[in-house]
């Protein structure tokens, strides 16, 4: 059912996207803006658990499911926060974790922030 909801190349366009943003920023070569991409697990619609909750990692290997809530509660601590800036990452609620099988593509959603200094 999945595969008929969407191209059978989902995940490589996925990629293609990701790849051309950061060329993006790197000809762009404007010190004062920065960008953050967060990639969440499967998204619910379920109450949110907070931040300590919450798993943070890199390299897309482990992911889970995590609410639209906590999702939106991350993205606005990726703008505020030094220690995001130019990262990508993956979230995910504590105790859904589930290993990726390796496609050597990107296998959850972007949600990309960027943020400008004057």
Do not use: W
Not at 16 to 35: F, H, I, S, W
Not at 40 to 68: F, K, Q
């Amino acid at each position: 059912m999945v595969g008929a909801m969407y191209p059978a190349d989902i995940m490589q366009m996925k990629l293609a996207g990701y790849e051309g943003v950061l060329e993006l920023y790197r000809e762009a070569n404007k010190p004062n803006c920065t960008y953050t991409f967060v990639r969440p697990g499967g998204l619910t619609d379920n109450a949110p658990v907070g931040l300590p909750n919450l798993r943070v990692s890199t390299g897309d290997e482990i992911g889970g499911e995590i609410s639209r809530a906590d999702v939106a509660d991350i993205c606005v601590h990726a703008l505020t926060s030094d220690a995001a800036s130019g990262k990508t990452f993956e979230c995910y609620r504590v105790g859904s974790e589930a290993k990726f099988q390796s496609m050597g593509v990107m296998t959850t959603m972007l949600f990309f922030a960027t943020v400008c200094q004057p």
